[in-house]
């Protein structure tokens, strides 16, 4: 069965710190890759995608996210956190191909960061 | 561009009864997905809706069902409401196009509380 699995339920850090997230992926096919970030009061936004090509994709406020299709894993990293940081982060998987694009989910890891 | 929006945006019922939720697509979008997420949980995929037919379907019973409309909003219908069914119901929308698929873009959600 499909599963996502994220590492890390709630991590805290300080400002300037470095952060990366873990997540693994079960899946028996080709998959495109998602983190979605959900802000206190917002709605989920797209952080950064995977769908082809180059494996370190970069996406908005200086996250970025590594594929390594040998350990099926898609860890979310930045090198210095801010306060604004302060978010729930999901990775999310999808099958390439067909016409069933359901998204597949982690549990989604809580970070706060203290200023 | 106007993005995802749902109506309402909290709902309180009582067990049994029924409950009809509304979503309308962002602009160039012609799919729409609907995911349950409860609290502390990731999203939980409930059907995806493409050119007016349903489009895949995760684990959930009849009693929820849906419609997409010519313009490519959507409504998710939930039929004798349970008290588990207490949580956030969100609505993405993407374009599907060519036999490829793009990232899905979230309403806010409804927050349905059942009593």
């Known amino acids: 069965a499909q599963s996502v699995s994220q590492h890390n339920h709630h991590v805290i850090l300080s400002e300037a710190a470095s952060l990366e997230l873990g997540c693994n992926y079960s899946?028996?096919?080709?998959?495109?890759l998602f983190w979605y970030v959900q802000y206190p009061g917002q709605h989920l936004q797209l952080l950064l995608k995977y769908f082809s090509g180059d494996p370190l994709v970069k996406g908005i406020k200086g996250f970025e996210a590594e594929f390594i299709k040998s350990k099926f894993s898609f860890n979310l990293r930045k090198p210095s956190v801010q306060w604004s940081d302060t978010a729930e982060y999901f990775c999310?998987?999808?099958?390439?191909?067909?016409?069933?694009?359901?998204?597949?989910w982690g549990l989604g890891t809580s970070l706060a960061v203290n200023p | 561009e106007t993005g995802v929006t749902q109506s309402p945006t909290h709902l309180i019922k009582t067990r049994g009864q029924q409950v009809t939720l509304r979503c309308s697509s962002q602009?160039?979008?012609?799919?729409v997905s609907w995911y349950q997420q409860a609290l502390g949980q990731g999203p939980q995929f409930i059907f995806q809706y493409y050119r007016e037919e349903e489009n895949g379907r995760g684990n959930f019973p009849p009693r929820f069902s849906g419609l997409q409309f010519p313009n490519y909003s959507s409504e998710l219908n939930v039929n004798a409401l349970e008290l588990d069914d207490s949580a956030l119901y969100l609505c993405a929308s993407s374009l599907v196009s060519g036999g490829n698929s793009y990232e899905q873009y979230f309403g806010p959600g409804t927050r349905l509380t059942v009593t």
């Open positions: 899946y028996g096919g080709t998959v495109n």
């Open positions: 602009s160039g979008h012609n799919t």
């Open positions: 999310a998987v999808n099958a390439r191909g067909g016409n069933n694009r359901k998204l597949i």
